[in-house]
């Protein structure tokens, strides 16, 4: 897995702030089809957030630690039920984001 420095999470917080969560985590969890939408949506737009709702029985900080250990998605940043997901899209047309990354 790829380790950013403090610069570019910085970075990537930046590009964050003002994009809504398009995913969510309920009380089923994480499932093998969820996490291939997340990629699928991650090799979109490489920068994306998703919510843990409220009822979920599962918390941010579970989700993030098993995306961590079970996939090569970084988690940028995890704020109350919130997490900011990163990763490298696997089309060179949709690396907008990890260009500018590059940068830092």
């Not at 969560?21 to 991650?42: C, M, R, T, Y």
């Not at 961590?68 to 970084?74: A, G, K, L, Q």
């Not at 940043?77 to 490298?88: E, F, K």
């Amino acid at each position: 897995m790829n380790l950013l420095s403090g610069k570019q999470k910085k970075f990537l917080k930046a590009k964050a702030h003002n994009m809504r969560p398009i995913f969510q985590v309920g009380k089923e969890g994480v499932s093998d089809k969820w996490v291939e939408q997340i990629k699928n949506a991650l090799d979109k737009r490489e920068l994306i957030k998703i919510n843990v709702l409220q009822g979920s029985d599962f918390e941010a900080s579970e989700v993030s630690d098993y995306l961590t250990e079970n996939t090569d998605i970084i988690v940028v940043q995890v704020i109350g039920h919130v997490l900011v997901l990163y990763r490298q899209s696997s089309k060179i047309e949709n690396r907008e984001i990890s260009a500018e990354l590059q940068n830092f």
